[in-house]
């Protein structure tokens, strides 16, 4: 009788010890869950997670809550235990005067108990061990998953470098483009320089014109040189006209190559995926956190119902013994259920969420192979565009050939140039004058500055000595007033006085000197818009002067003209003069002499310019062949790099394949493990099947039969309302599966429990029928 008190009860479906009786702790059968559901119907939860859903339970809660309980049942058992050897002398009394008039009876009956407590006994150790070796096999599923997270952690740092490989190829991208910019500003200041040196060969080419307007004017008598000079002004006008064309298609062509290397599409096209992308972690986030409220919710709702349902009666509450081992096996035969149930649950979730987390994978490794054909693509596109520069430096290079001859032709035909041009020396002569002039009054500015300067820094350090001498004198007041006694007060408030003095001098001049910087930059900037406003003045002059130039040059035009119609009239009278020909004639000799002295120092002055232009064209040439040769090494070290980031690339993919491989082999390792469980656990339920019947049997045979028949009835008016109920929400959970959020996979369990519940009690209505039949049989062959 003492063997039957080791039966373990669980903590789960005891109620208060205010409504049971002393003798045994009431239980809850999973009968009574269908009866409380008939009575308060609850929300059906909702249906089990499919495979897509990624929100499913931490693996390590869900341990550490089975650990608990099992600790919490081992406890329980212990308080039973101590509970029933405190009854069981009662107990026996009340038993031993029930069954005094039957000792044969009694002495058959307790075999039979201490039979089936040794069979319980064997049945709870066979238990123990089923718990024992799901325990291992859980610290097995969590080992697994320990190494899972690590692969994962493994493939977030090779993504994290394969991100840092392509920053740095955009990177390097970015130098490319730099340097581009750089080689196209050096090649606009070579224009530049170009244009400067045209300027200079300008100027000295009117310097040189006018050392011969001196000749011509000599020589205004000879038409033929006058003419000469008229034809090739037009010829310099023309290739003055030709030159400036030039180099406007030069200003056109690099104007056209900065807009086409410095578009910077593709890199505002990746700003606006970053943002985007930026923009959908956060909704996921919002999302997350969501769901993470509402499986909180729905935990205290569950937990508020596990309370509730503690707290309602029994109606299976007798004060037979059968009735409660009946309840407590059924309530172990249903933890052992749930605890199945909950672990094929449990290894479900865990394999879609590796199938869900190998997708997510495929689609980085996708993504990423997305990003690098970009970045070939781009490297090309940025091949083609140093090549398209190679080729405008080689027409540039042919165009500064075309200018160089154009300069030396220009050089040839400087000899006969206008001679009204020596008026533009003289206002250039001026204009250097004024701006000697405005030299030297930003020299006094700049004086005066430093002038100020220089006050501005005396008064600093006056003031730093002003605030020394206070910060002294108030050391030495605070240590006399240490060593000696206190003065009379007249002293005092004299003291004060003349502190009071002195501080006022010294905010005074303080305020002085701030208002003399305040004064300083409005001083310097009257000084400059002095300054800008006689620059403007003086510009406006040296327009005015360049307009009376340009008169003065339509007017020795027209006297040229009239000197030539005066030559004319002059040949009329030549025949008469023949007698002053021969004067005229040594006066030409003598003009020619002076001619050709100045035709040679043209001549040597002609070949000093064009020894500097082949220098300069030299230094040119050799500026762009080094710009070329560094340019050329830029692209073979851009190649090496994109052959190397070409290799890692292979080099994730393969790694990606073998840890592909890898997970399938351990997804069908997982399969094949998870496979042999159910295989046992099936064999498990039917050996529970066989031991519940040889139970059912035990319970006929101690006459407890009708009220089980009335409990059962009761549950199977239950269940049936029940599933009319499941019916209707089914129905409305259909219509409104579209708009209905993903919720946590505890509810799903709490869904499964119940079905299985069910379950239990559909096959439980069979055997009772069955067990009706043989109650019937035994009966009759009792009257018999």
Same mark, same amino acid.
């Given at each position: ?42 929300? =059906? ?52 005067? =029930? /069954? ?26 066979? @238990? ?12 097995? &599923? ?23 490989? @392509? ?38 080419? $009117? ?52 807009? /086409? ?37 729905? *935990?205290?709702?569950? +937990? ?33 259920? #749930? ?7 449990? &290894? ?8 869900? $987390? #190998?997708?997510?994978?495929? %689609?980085?490794?996708?993504?990423? !192979? ?25 027409? &540039?290079?042919? !165009? ?24 533009? $020396?003289?206002? +250039? ?16 500015? !700049? ?21 020394? &001498?206070?910060? =002294?004198?108030?050391?030495? =007041? ?58 403007? @003045? %003086? ?47 040594? !006066? ?5 002499? $002076? ?33 070329? @040769? ?5 692209? *073979? ?55 519940? *019947? ?91």
């Amino acid at each position: 009788m003492e063997e039957k008190q080791k039966l373990n009860a669980p903590r789960d479906f005891l109620r208060g010890a205010a409504v049971t009786c002393p003798s045994s702790p009431a239980l809850l059968t999973p009968s009574h869950f269908t009866v409380t559901c008939a009575t308060n119907p609850q929300p =059906r939860p909702p249906d089990p997670p499919t495979l897509g859903q990624t929100h499913t339970p931490d693996p390590w809660v869900i341990i550490t809550r089975t650990q608990q309980e099992l600790q919490e049942l081992r406890r329980e058992n212990q308080r039973l235990l101590l509970k029933h050897k405190d009854t069981s002398s009662t107990q026996y009394s009340t038993h031993h005067t =029930r /069954y005094t008039h039957s000792p044969e009876q009694l002495r058959r009956d307790s075999e039979e108990l201490r039979g089936e407590v040794k069979r319980l006994k064997e049945e709870l150790r066979e @238990r123990e061990r089923n718990i024992s070796r799901q325990c291992a096999e859980r610290e097995e &599923l969590s080992v697994e998953l320990l190494r899972c997270k690590d692969e994962l952690k493994q493939n977030r740092e090779k993504l994290a470098e394969c991100v840092l490989q @392509r920053e740095q190829s955009e990177r390097e991208l970015q130098c490319s483009k730099e340097e581009t910019q750089r080689l196209q500003e050096q090649v606009q200041q070579v224009c530049e320089s170009h244009s400067a040196e045209i300027s200079a060969l300008t100027h000295t080419n $009117t310097h040189l014109q006018s050392s011969l307007t001196a000749a011509t004017q000599e020589v205004t008598l000879l038409r033929q040189n006058l003419e000469e000079v008229i034809s090739e002004k037009e010829m310099v006008q023309e290739q003055l006209s030709s030159q400036s064309s030039v180099i406007a298609e030069q200003a056109d062509t690099l104007q056209k190559l900065r807009s /086409y290397i410095g578009t910077r599409s593709e890199e505002e096209k990746q700003h606006t995926l970053i943002q985007k992308l930026e923009k959908e972690k956060e909704a996921l986030i919002m999302s997350v956190e969501l769901l993470k409220v509402r499986v909180q919710a729905s *935990n205290d709702i569950l +937990a508020l119902q596990e309370r509730e349902l503690g707290e309602q009666s029994d109606p299976l509450h007798k004060d037979s013994r059968a009735g409660q081992l009946l309840s407590l096996w059924r309530e172990k035969v249903f933890v052992l259920l #749930v605890q199945l149930r909950s672990r094929d649950l449990q &290894l479900h979730s865990e394999k879609s969420q590796l199938h869900n $987390t #190998v997708c997510d994978l495929q %689609q980085d490794v996708q993504k990423l !192979q997305s990003q690098i054909s970009v970045f070939q693509h781009s490297l090309q596109d940025k091949t083609a565009e140093l090549e398209l520069h190679n080729i405008h430096s080689q027409e &540039l290079k042919q !165009q500064l050939c075309r200018a160089v001859e154009e300069n030396e032709i220009l050089k040839e035909e400087k000899d006969k140039n206008e001679k009204s041009l020596r008026d533009i $020396t003289n206002t +250039a002569h001026r204009v250097c004058e004024c701006v000697e002039q405005c030299r030297g009054q930003m020299d006094s500015a !700049q004086f005066q500055m430093n002038t100020l300067a220089q006050r501005l820094s005396f008064a600093t350090k006056r003031l730093d000595t002003v605030h020394g &001498l206070l910060l =002294r004198k108030e050391a030495l =007041r605070k240590a006399q007033q240490a060593t000696k006694p206190p003065d009379p007060p007249a002293s005092d408030s004299s003291c004060i006085e003349r502190l009071k003095a002195e501080v006022a001098l010294l905010s005074s001049e303080r305020d002085q000197l701030t208002q003399e910087l305040k004064r300083t930059p409005d001083l310097i900037q009257s000084a400059l818009s002095d300054l800008q406003q006689q620059l403007e @003045r %003086q510009v406006g002059h040296l327009t005015q002067a360049l307009s009376c130039s340009k008169a003065d040059m339509e007017e020795c035009e027209l006297r040229r003209v009239e000197a030539q119609r005066q030559c004319e009239e002059h040949e009329a009278t030549i025949v008469e003069l023949q007698a002053e020909v021969h004067s005229v004639q040594q !006066q030409s000799e003598e003009q020619e002499g $002076t001619i050709s002295e100045l035709r040679a120092e043209a001549h040597r002055i002609q070949q000093h310019w064009q020894t500097v232009l082949q220098e300069k064209v030299s230094e040119v040439e050799g500026v762009h062949t080094r710009q070329l @040769r560094e340019m050329e090494t830029q692209l *073979n070290t851009a190649r090496r790099e994109h052959t190397k980031a070409v290799v890692a690339l292979r080099q994730v993919e393969r790694s990606a394949m073998r840890e592909r491989e890898q997970e399938r082999e351990a997804e069908r390792a997982r399969s094949e493990h998870t496979q042999k469980n159910i295989t046992h656990l099936q064999t498990q339920l039917k050996e529970k099947d066989k031991d519940r *019947n040889i139970l059912l049997a035990v319970v006929q045979q101690q006459g407890l039969m009708n009220e089980y028949r009335r409990i059962r009835r009761v549950a199977i008016q239950s269940t049936k309302s029940l599933q009319e109920h499941k019916q209707q929400q089914q129905k409305q959970h259909q219509q409104l599966k579209d708009a209905e959020l993903k919720e946590g996979s505890v509810l799903s369990v709490l869904g499964e429990v119940r079905s299985l519940s069910s379950a239990v009690i559909h096959s439980s209505e069979g055997e009772e029928d069955e067990d009706d039949e043989e109650g019937q049989g035994d009966r009759v062959t009792h009257t018999n």
